[in-house]
């Protein structure tokens, strides 16, 4: 019987109903897809079309065959028993990468698993060996203390703070994309890894190889697609708060800024200044006039980004027609309603072109010939008020088989309406990710999260984890969202030490939801949404206020190397803030450490995540490292402990 055939540079495998399909995709890198009773589909979710390669071997025998592309081989052999293939994948060295389970004899195990819903599509598992003293890195933002996912089992789905990117690097020398935004679940046991997808037509992931972490990243950035130049506004600080409620408020802000000399690049101005949610345009009542506010804080050489939220109320003036035209997400049971906050509503279908071209009509002429040139993207989740995933269904199709790419295509959204408009590299604020997010320009920022010590940890490991799937651009609130007192000195203290470090983030954005709140009203008595309380670095007590104001200023003497490293995001795919064996891969020391990090490949960042501590362990790889604050010389390849009183974070430069 003939089992394998060659289809252009293709390597087919059919058996029993099964199609398999494994084509070269990139340098060094193969697309696997299969599925059964049917033909392959080419979705291209987040994979862009791939540049041609000439380097493509295929070998067929009768029972085994391999496809070589470039320094990645797969080698497919059939088991003689149950005459079922199974791929392994090898490098350049003849190094076993990553290998399918077996089907184990009378165990008749499958590693490609479709188990059927009848009348409809598949729920499908992909089992692979696990490997000893593997180390995985990526995935993504989870709100966990780890680095290393060997061990752990993730969810693959949204959430209001965890963004799943299935993009996954190994020690071993190869990076691997799930390549499916169903929701489902992934687990890196000691004995096997198992990914799964709820919902889904085929089988559709992509492999590459590399001799470092750098090169992995450069051929996932050209199969995904390779972050915009970051603008000039994204390099300095970003002022914000839950919220600005009013023009002059607002102004009032930035004024105060500029009469104390400390520059500003950005500032916000967040949720409900619209009348209604999903109306798309400023309340008249608290901002009279728009256009004026922008110009005047272009004038100070300040950006206005402006919160935009992808719900619909029912009570908007937009909701009618777009319910008539089809362009929300539509709840397959009960209720018309994704959310209940403040008013009920329902998400526009970001999936649907035409709801994309509604949408960016409306931005267009309210908000963008206004002249606003960033927008925060929030709830791009999105955050349906229960999770419960298998109850809408999106023009893509249900939420269960491609939930994940809404927020891809949320930024898609506003991405491709700014280009459309002249704009050159737009960089817009999002609270999710997924796969190729970040060729539409997606700056992540990690949620809605807890203003206390343990939710400032987890957030060193999310932006690294990120940066390793492909996100490049990515920021917390700076002293978390939830619950924050500046009178109170422990979170003053809390507060400084997120600063400091928010100063070697990718973006350096304050942000919270501070207390005591403020009750705000209408003209008429009518009572809206509150504002928190003061949360500019003037509002943290005369201790605070000096160490901040170093901080923002170390920012903007860091401009110039901080755009080199922007551009090598662009350019090759780096991560800003970059896992210390990615830098180091060849230092066993760095393969675990999750609580520092270098920004670039200059600057070495320890920051301290506990209170009253006022020196911490600092590792220093081969080398010398100067202190950039005593300006103190150490030699590498070891531990030190470094001094970190109130006033300095340890930070140490490679010489």
């Known amino acids: 019987m003939r089992y394998f055939e060659q ?8 058996n029993n109903g099964e199609t398999l399909v494994i084509a070269p995709w990139g340098e060094d890198s193969l697309r696997v897809r299969s599925t059964l009773q049917g033909d392959v589909l080419d979705t291209r979710f987040a994979l862009l079309e791939p540049a041609a390669t000439e ?3 295929i070998a067929i025998d009768d029972e085994t065959a391999e496809i070589r592309c470039g320094r990645l081989t797969a080698r497919v052999e059939m088991d003689g028993w149950h005459r079922y293939a199974r791929i392994g994948f090898y490098n350049q060295r003849g190094e076993l990468l990553l290998r399918e389970t077996a089907p184990a004899n009378a165990l008749a195990l499958k590693s490609r698993k479709f188990e059927p819903y009848l009348g409809g599509d598949f729920a499908l598992t992909a089992t692979f060996d696990g490997q000893d003293g593997e180390r995985l890195y990526g995935m993504g933002q989870y709100q966990e203390e780890i680095l290393d996912w060997k061990g752990c089992t993730l969810e693959l789905a949204h959430r209001n703070s965890q963004a799943s990117v299935p993009f996954v690097m190994s020690s071993r020398g190869y990076g691997f994309l799930w390549h499916n935004p169903a929701i489902g679940s992934v687990s890196f046991g000691k004995n096997r890894t198992t990914w799964r997808a709820e919902s889904t037509k085929q089988l559709d992931y992509w492999i590459t190889c590399g001799d470092s972490p750098a090169e992995i990243s450069l051929h996932y950035a050209r199969a995904t697609g390779f972050a915009p130049m970051m603008p000039e506004y994204g390099l300095g600080f970003w002022q914000c708060k839950l919220r600005y409620w009013n ?25 409900f ?20 506010m922008v110009k005047e804080l272009k004038d100070m050489g300040i950006e206005l980004m402006v919160s935009v939220w992808p719900q619909i109320s029912l009570t908007s003036e937009n909701y009618q ?19 209940r906050f403040v008013e009920d509503s329902m998400f526009y279908d ?62 898609r959204n506003f991405y491709d309406g700014m280009v459309a408009a002249g704009q050159q590299n737009p960089v817009n604020l999002l609270r999710c990710a997924w796969a190729g997010s970040q060729r539409y320009g997606a700056l992540v920022w990690s949620g809605d999260i807890m203003s206390r010590w343990e939710d400032f940890r987890r957030q060193i490991c999310a932006g690294l984890s990120m940066g390793i799937a492909g996100i490049p651009w990515w920021t917390t609130d700076i002293g978390g969202f939830h619950d924050g007192w500046p009178e109170k000195p422990e979170f003053r203290e809390l507060f400084i030490r997120w600063f400091q470090w928010g100063c070697y983030c990718p973006v350096m954005r304050l942000h919270g939801d501070r207390k005591p709140v403020e009750r705000v009203f209408r003209k008429d008595g009518a009572e809206v949404l509150a504002s928190g309380a003061d949360n500019e670095v003037w509002s943290y007590g ?20 901080t755009r080199e490293v922007m551009r090598e995001a662009h350019e090759q795919g780096k991560p800003v803030m970059r896992a210390m064996f990615y830098e180091f891969p060849e230092d066993p020391e760095c393969a675990d450490i999750a609580d520092q990090y270098m920004f670039g490949s200059r600057y070495l960042v320890a920051p ?23 300006l103190k010389v150490h030699e590498g390849s070891r531990t030190i402990v470094a001094d970190a009183p109130l006033e300095r974070m340890p930070v140490f430069e490679r010489l």
């Open 7 to 14: 289809q252009g540079n293709a390597l087919i495998w059919r």
């Open 55 to 57: 380097d493509v071997a």
């Open 247 to 271: 023009q002059e408020q607002l102004l009032g802000v930035a004024r105060e800024y500029v009469r104390r000399g400390l520059k500003i690049d950005v500032i916000v101005c967040d949720f």
């Open 273 to 292: 200044h619209w009348p209604k949610m999903g109306d798309y345009r400023f309340d008249p009542e608290f901002f009279p006039d728009p256009a004026a």
């Open 321 to 339: 027609e777009m319910k008539q035209q089809g362009l929300l997400v539509r709840a397959e049971y009960g209720e018309q309603i994704g959310m």
């Open 350 to 411: 970001a999936t649907n072109p035409r709801a994309r071209e509604y949408v960016w009509k409306k931005i267009k002429q309210n908000y963008y010939d206004a002249g606003i040139r960033i927008f925060w993207l929030d709830e791009a989740e999105p955050e349906y008020g229960t999770y419960e995933y298998k109850n809408y269904r999106y023009h893509l199709g249900s939420n269960q088989q491609v939930g994940n790419v809404y927020p891809q295509m949320y930024a």
């Open 542 to 561: 005369e201790e605070a206020y000096p160490i901040l104001v170093k901080y923002m200023k170390r920012r903007e003497e860091l401009r110039d190397y």
């Open 608 to 630: 301290v995540l506990n209170p009253g501590v006022r020196a911490i362990p600092v590792y220093l790889p081969a080398g010398r490292w100067r202190d950039v604050d005593t």
